[in-house]
């Protein structure tokens, strides 16, 4: 019912900036998305959540990338952005886009984010 798909993602040097996009699509007549948020997946490592947007626009972010990375979205478009800055190797990951409807999250299909000199 809602497929999402995520631009971005590549190769930064550490410190550099990097943007995320995810647009998604809801064929649910009845019912808006609500929670969008940002994930991610090292290598060798569990998915973890990195931030999150509620409709309202209320954000929650991990500790980790607090004060470096800006989560926001655009409800007319059910699109949500991750800002990146003052990246760390660390950061490398997979990011996957998250999307609630009702009880279920669905995931877009990832992108990967480098940080390497």
């Known amino acids: 019912q809602v497929q999402l798909v995520e631009s971005g993602g590549g190769l930064v040097r550490p410190g550099g900036s990097m943007a995320l996009s995810c647009a998604a699509s809801?064929?649910?007549?009845?019912?808006?998305?609500?929670?969008m948020g940002w994930y991610r997946q090292p290598p060798g490592k569990q998915r973890e959540s990195v931030a999150t947007?509620?409709?309202?626009?209320?954000?929650t972010y991990a500790d980790s990338v607090k004060g470096r990375f800006t989560i926001s979205r655009d409800n007319a478009e059910n699109s949500v952005f991750l800002q990146m800055n003052s990246l760390k190797p660390e950061d490398t990951a997979v990011y996957y886009c998250?999307?609630?409807?009702?009880?279920?999250?669905?995931w877009g299909q990832g992108t990967q984010v480098t940080v390497s000199s």
């Open positions: 809801n064929s649910d007549n009845m019912y808006s998305i609500n929670d």
């Open positions: 947007i509620t409709v309202g626009g209320t954000t």
């Open positions: 998250g999307a609630k409807l009702l009880r279920t999250t669905y």
